[in-house]
Structure formats: C-alpha cells, structure tokens
C-alpha cells in the first residue's frame, strides 16, 4: 500500500509539474494567424477544435546537452502582436542548444514556420492553411486543411490534406528526400512533377499526362531526372512536388 501511495504522489507530482510548464496563450485568440521563428530544435503544432485552449511548451537543451521543461519561457521565446498576427521568436542560440516547442492552437488560425538551422517539423489538423521553410529536419503534416506551401533544404516532406480550397496552389519541395502528398480522392489538381535523381514516383490517382512518366508506380531509383505534368481528375490549381534526391508518392486519403 506504501509503494501505490508513492507512485500515486510522485505522478500527481509529474503532471503538476507538466501542467505549470504550460504557458497559457489565450490572451492571444483574437489574432488570425501564428508565425513562428525558431533556430535549433523541433517544433510540434496541433491545431484544437476549442478557441479556448492555446497554449506552449517549451523544453530547453544547453550546449551540456541537458534539457529542461521551461516553466518560465522569459529569455527564450518572445511573442508579439502585429496587424492581427501573432510571432513567437526563439532565441539567437548561445552555442549548440536547442528549444523545442509544442503547440497547441485553435484549428481555423493560419500556421507559418521557419526553422533556421535544424530540427523535425510536425503540425497536425490546422485547418486554414500552412507555410513552412526549413533548412535540415523532416516536415511531416496531417490533416491540414485549405493548402500548404513548404520548402526545406533537406529532409523529407509528408503531407495529408484533409479538405483543400482548390482556387490555392500547393507546393512541396525539398533538395534531398522523399515527398508524398496524401489529398482527398475528389481532388482536382494540375500537377508539376520534378524528381532529379533517385526518384521514382507512386500514384493511387490516374494521371493524365501528355508523355509517359518515368518509374510509375515502379519502386526502381530511375538515373535520369523524372520531369512531368499531369492532371488529376481533370485539373485545377497547381500541385507542385519536387525534390532533387528521392522518390515522390500522391496517395488518396
């Protein structure tokens, strides 16, 4: 009975202590977007049917490599109100450290991050639009609604789409890595394909192409450049998947 009552206290004690690392953003629900500036580390947005529950996270690495849940975020993150929008800065890193910060943000905010120097991108159920850059790590999103504009210098792209605007173009593009696209089996899409080197490219759509398209739906790393446009389901706006090194997938969700 002694030790239930210990591990009882010590994970009331643990959730206290995530709790209170919470820091609190909803006096920011009146703006329309989020802009988030970051240099080392990942960054982890979930978008929230609520407009009440907007809120951070952060977690500190130093150059030791010890991290640390940051109850107080003074000193390394900064938020700012311009014109409606809402920009939350990471700090000029002091030697190799890193923060990490998790998200969560009501689901009709518009969603932008830049990644400077490095770190995993993950943003999920954002339903008015997402715009990335980043410069090393993974960018993987779900369920984002409206389109998305994403360019990272090297790392994969994963993107699934739950319900697009089709009069907005989306674009996904990485200098080394795969793409996949994963859309809605009704979407209509003028497509621009560019796969560089070790490329290949699977489809659940058909696609309408005017010359033949190298490696399709072959899993075979082609030694030519795979350049090619189509349309899904007789076209619409702009679908544009390109990486210099890696294969590319369009999958219906």
Partial sequence: MKTIQITVIALVLALSTYTNAQ??????????GVYITSYWGDVNVKGVDSKNEFNITATYTNTSKKAKTLKDVTGYLTFE??????????????????????????????????????GNIYASNVKNGVEINSLNGSVKLDRIGKYALVNAANGEINASFSKLNN?????????????????????????RLISRKNGYVETDFTLSSDKPIINLNVKDYSKHPIINTATINGGGSLLFLSTENGPIAIKKS
């Fill in 81 to 118: 109100v311009k014109n409606k929008k809402l920009f939350i800065s990471a700090r000029a890193p002091k030697g190799f450290e890193s923060i990490d910060m998790a998200i969560n943000l009501p689901n009709h905010l518009f969603l932008e991050i830049e990644l400077i120097k490095g």
């Fill in 23 to 32: 820091q609190d953003l909803s006096q920011f629900n009146a703006v329309s």
């Fill in 167 to 191: 009069s907005y173009p989306i674009s996904l593009v990485t200098m080394n890595g795969g793409v996949t696209a994963t859309l809605p089996k009704a979407s209509q899409r003028d497509l």
